[in-house]
T-cell receptor
Framework: GAVVSQHPSWVICKSGTSVKIECRSL??????MFWYRQFPKQSLMLMAT?????????EQGVEKDKFLINHASLTLSTLTVTSAHPEDSSFYIC??????????FGQGTRLTVV | GDSVTQMEGPVTLSEEAFLTINCTYT??????LFWYVQYPGEGLQLLLK?????DKGSNKGFEATYRKETTSFHLEKGSVQVSDSAVYFC????????????FGTGTRLQVFP
């Protein structure tokens, strides 16, 4: 299947700083990318849907000013966690898809805010 | 809203044992149903899917049947291998064309020789 690369795999940052996570589709052009968040022993929760060249659509309860999503090209979407706090510590996962086709997932990013 | 419930893990089995991981769903429309697998250190991979009632998805010896009457999509395999050790996620897509997936909590499977 197609490959989606997520970087970094893990990151530790200080409280109050910002962290950027990249999601790249390596061998296909993704019209849509999704960002998920997973807490321990819980399901993946969709945070936002990102379409190339347009603003991301955020799920209810997700702060768009805190979780900035940029989908600048058909192969790259970024998630920036601004002014991170310990409660933002989580596992973030992206997926990329062509319209109405299978979504391919990155390997995830473990964020720890200290 | 739509939701997916799957059995808690971990599920621990000996090699060649029969596997069942239960998954039930709640949906207002006509969802498509999926099983994803996540091997250690890797991203989620689509294992199988079914798009309408009574469809059976199958792949790598795994099977799941879309049961509308019981709102279930249980994952089965007749003889597991150590290499099947992974986390398995049941998911649904609401069929609205947005490609959004709603996931269960995941079930960790551990297979011992």
């Amino acid at each position: 299947g197609a490959v989606v690369s997520q970087h970094p795999s893990w990151v530790i940052c200080k409280s109050g700083t910002s962290v950027k996570i990249e999601c790249r589709s390596l061998d296909f052009q993704a019209t849509t990318m999704f960002w998920y968040r997973q807490f321990p022993k819980q399901s993946l929760m969709l945070m936002a849907t990102s379409n190339e060249g347009s603003k991301a659509t955020y799920e209810q309860g997700v702060e768009k000013d805190k979780f900035l999503i940029n989908h600048a090209s058909l192969t790259l979407s970024t998630l920036t966690v601004t002014s991170a706090h310990p409660e933002d510590s989580s596992f973030y996962i992206c997926s990329a898809a062509l319209r109405n086709t299978e979504a391919f997932f990155g390997q995830g990013t473990r964020l720890t805010v200290v | 809203g739509d939701s997916v419930t799957q059995m808690e893990g971990p599920v621990t089995l000996s090699e060649e044992a029969f596997l069942t991981i239960n998954c039930t769903y709640t949906a207002t429309g006509y969802p498509s149903l999926f099983w994803y697998v996540q091997y250690p250190g890797e991203g989620l991979q689509l294992l199988l899917k079914a798009t309408k009632a009574d469809d059976k998805g199958s792949n790598k010896g795994f099977e799941a049947t879309y049961r509308k009457e019981t709102t279930s999509f249980h994952l089965e395999k007749g003889s597991v291998q150590v290499s099947d050790s992974a986390v398995y996620f049941c998911a649904l897509s609401d069929g609205s064309g947005t490609d959004k997936l709603i996931f269960g909590t995941g079930t960790r499977l551990q297979v011992f020789p």
